[in-house]
C-alpha cells in the first residue's frame, strides 16, 4: 500500500530554515508529480510546492523565492528546503502525489516563532 512518511520539522526562528524530507512507497515514484502541502493552524490543507516527474517544479506564491523542492528518485525522496522562515509558514506539512486526496502521512510540523 502506499506510504508516505515526513520528516524535518521543528520550531525554528523567523528568518531560519529547515529542510523536510519524505520518503514514498507503495507507488511508482519516479511516474509521479510529487507536492508538499501545508496546514496552518485552522486552516484548510494546502499546496505550496510541486515537482512533476520531469523535473520542473512550481511553488506558492506565498513561499517563492524561499522554498525549493527537489526529488530524489533513487530514494524514492523529495524534499523541501524553507529559507527566510516566517511565522506564517507555521503548520503541519505533508507530501502526497500531486493532486491526490487519501494516502496522506502523518506529516511534519514546522513551528516559526517571532
Known amino acids: 500500500q502506499v506510504q508516505l512518511v515526513e520528516s524535518g520539522g521543528g520550531l525554528v526562528q523567523a528568518g531560519g530554515s529547515l529542510i523536510l524530507s519524505c520518503t514514498a512507497s507503495?507507488?511508482?515514484?519516479?511516474?509521479?508529480?510529487m507536492a508538499w502541502y501545508r496546514q496552518g493552524p485552522g486552516k484548510q490543507r494546502d499546496m505550496v510546492a510541486v515537482?512533476?516527474?520531469?523535473?520542473?517544479?512550481n511553488v506558492a506564491d506565498s513561499v517563492r523565492g524561499r522554498f525549493t523542492i527537489t526529488r530524489d528518485n533513487r530514494q524514492n525522496g523529495v524534499y523541501l528546503q524553507m529559507n527566510d522562515l516566517r511565522p506564517e509558514d507555521t503548520g503541519v506539512y505533508y507530501c502526497?502525489?500531486?493532486?491526490?486526496?487519501?494516502?496522506w502521512g502523518q506529516g511534519t510540523r514546522v513551528t516559526v516563532s517571532s
Open positions: 507503495g507507488f511508482i515514484f519516479s511516474n509521479s508529480a
Open positions: 502526497n502525489r500531486f493532486s491526490y486526496d487519501r494516502d
Open positions: 515537482i512533476l516527474s520531469t523535473g520542473m517544479t
